[in-house]
């Protein structure tokens, strides 16, 4: 069964940069997409982007400018950066797995999930 | 970015309630729609994958249907235990993926 625990400040001030990561356990990282996502209090999920095993990117447009993700297999980690905070990133951010099927339906989900981190952006 | 619009925004119902909860896409996504369950402070959890396959472990109380732009997912007879938020997202194309803005589901 295959476990993410995030891990990283639960308080950041304005301007800062944020550093979370996330540790996998109980299954390799390889040929994953691995995936944070965010969710503000009272407010819906939003996808913050992914890393591949090879190190390979994919960001949220709208975040695009701020965020860097990184793998380190060696250690079963993956990380995100996100700099010049905000008020307004103030969330609970999640790490997940992507999962993809092409038979007998081509689909994408996310699964499983790690149990969420609140970070706050305060001064 | 594609947009995913849910309904109702919440809706009370008692156990043994049948009870359904649509999400529109803006464009077509087939049937590249995902449904979660999110429990007070908890993680979301797949419900449905690819519109209508039930996860492993989910109760077939639980089912999806709808292709293109619009999307159902019915609870048959709701339990206490499936009184949450629920969300859909699409996987069409390529990424950003985004979510529905939630169903909370509530007891009456």
């Known amino acids: 069964q295959v476990h993410l625990q995030e891990s990283g400040p639960g308080l950041v001030k304005p301007s800062e940069t944020l550093s979370l990561t996330c540790t996998v356990s109980?299954?390799?990282?390889?040929?994953?997409?691995w995936t944070w996502l965010r969710q503000p209090p009272g407010k819906a999920l939003e996808w913050i982007g992914f890393v591949y095993h090879t190190g390979t990117t994919k960001y949220n447009p709208s975040l695009k400018t701020r965020v860097t993700m990184s793998i380190d297999t060696s250690k079963n980690q993956f990380s995100l950066k996100m700099d010049s905070l905000t008020a307004a990133d103030t969330a609970v951010y999640y790490c997940?797995?992507?999962?993809?099927?092409?038979?007998?339906?081509?689909?994408?989900?996310?699964?499983?999930w790690g149990q969420g981190t609140l970070v706050t952006v305060s001064s | 970015d594609i947009q995913m619009t849910q309904s109702p925004s919440s809706l009370s119902a008692s156990v043994g309630d049948r009870v359904t909860i649509t999400c529109r896409a803006s464009?077509?996504?087939?049937?590249?729609l995902n449904w979660y369950q999110q429990k007070s402070q908890k993680a979301p959890q797949v419900v449905i994958h690819a519109a209508s396959t039930l996860q492993s472990g989910v109760p077939s109380r639980f089912s999806g249907s709808g292709s293109g732009t619009e999307f159902n997912l019915t609870i048959s007879s709701v339990q206490p235990e499936d009184f949450a938020i629920y969300y859909c997202?699409?996987?069409?194309?390529?990424?950003?993926?985004?979510f529905g803005q939630g169903t909370r589901v509530e007891v009456q």
């Open positions: 997202q699409h996987s069409y194309g390529t990424p950003p993926w985004t």
């Open positions: 997940a797995r992507e999962r993809e099927q092409w038979i007998p339906i081509p689909s994408r989900w996310f699964d499983p």
């Open positions: 109980g299954g390799p990282i390889g040929s994953y997409y």
């Open positions: 464009q077509t996504i087939n049937k590249y």
